[in-house]
T-cell receptor
Framework: EAGVVQSPRYKIIEKKQPVAFWCNPI?????LYWYRQNLGQGPELLIR????????DSQLPKDRFSAERLKGVDSTLKIQPAELGDSAVYLC?????????????FGPGTRLTVL | AQSVTQLDSHVSVSEGTPVLLRCNYS??????LFWYVQHPNKGLQLLLK??????LVKGINGFEAEFKKSETSFHLTKPSAHMSDAAEYFC????????????FGAGTQVVVTP
């Protein structure tokens, strides 16, 4: 079974440019998460989706970040415009419902460098 | 509020010797606790989880952790380190007892020397 897929794996952009990250969760997982991991720190949740609905986006900087999960499967996270402080690894995770809700499966991440 | 503290940012062990990674948590209710491992350029992988069943939890690759409520600890151990254990390890607490909102510790980098 394929795991969580993310692309691109690496992205280098100049500040003020837009950037987008894509995530394909494990088949059948209704819950999808986006995390940001700064260097030397643990991941921090940005947004959580239950199917196509964003049910927790309290940590998403909405002035420049946006996300969507059309049709409740793939998801895209966008930053526009990017700032130097956005350099980090962006992780996508997914989980099934019910008793397995707490077990999240993570993708390899997209490492963003903003110059 | 729930939080987790990893007491060591770096741990260096010799191959074949025991590994101990320390984690303390704070929670206003009985928490769910996890250990995840992150190898370079790889996704986070769940090692083990505690969800109010047995206090000694066995995970993959020979790792285990013991939940000690009196000490609010959830330390990760392995009897004999292998070179492949070199990675970053994260202690994680679930912030709610409903859905899986996770609070990650800052991580412990493990170095294994021959």
């Amino acid at each position: 079974e394929a795991g969580v897929v993310q692309s691109p794996r690496y992205k280098i952009i100049e500040k003020k440019q837009p950037v987008a990250f894509w995530c394909n969760p494990i088949s059948g997982h209704n819950t999808l998460y986006w995390y940001r991991q700064n260097l030397g720190q643990g991941p921090e949740l940005l947004i959580r989706y239950e199917n196509e609905e964003a049910v927790d986006d309290s940590q998403l900087p909405k002035d420049r970040f946006s996300a969507e999960r059309l049709k409740g499967v793939d998801s895209t996270l966008k930053i526009q415009p990017a700032e130097l402080g956005d350099s980090a690894v962006y992780l996508c995770a997914s989980s099934g419902g019910g008793g397995s809700r707490n077990e999240q499966f993570f993708g390899p991440g997209t490492r963003l460098t903003v110059l | 509020a729930q939080s987790v503290t990893q007491l060591d940012s770096h741990v260096s062990v010799s191959e074949g010797t025991p590994v101990l990674l320390r984690c303390n948590y704070s929670s206003s209710y009985s928490p769910s606790l996890f250990w995840y491992v992150q190898h370079p350029n790889k996704g986070l992988q769940l090692l083990l989880k505690y969800t109010s069943a047995a206090t000694l939890v066995k995970g993959i690759n020979g790792f285990e952790a013991e939940f000690k409520k009196s000490e609010t600890s959830f330390h990760l151990t392995k009897p004999s380190a292998h070179m492949s254990d070199a990675a970053e390890y994260f202690c994680v607490v679930s912030l709610t007892d409903s859905w899986g909102k996770l609070q990650f510790g800052a991580g412990t980098q493990v170095v294994v020397t021959p």
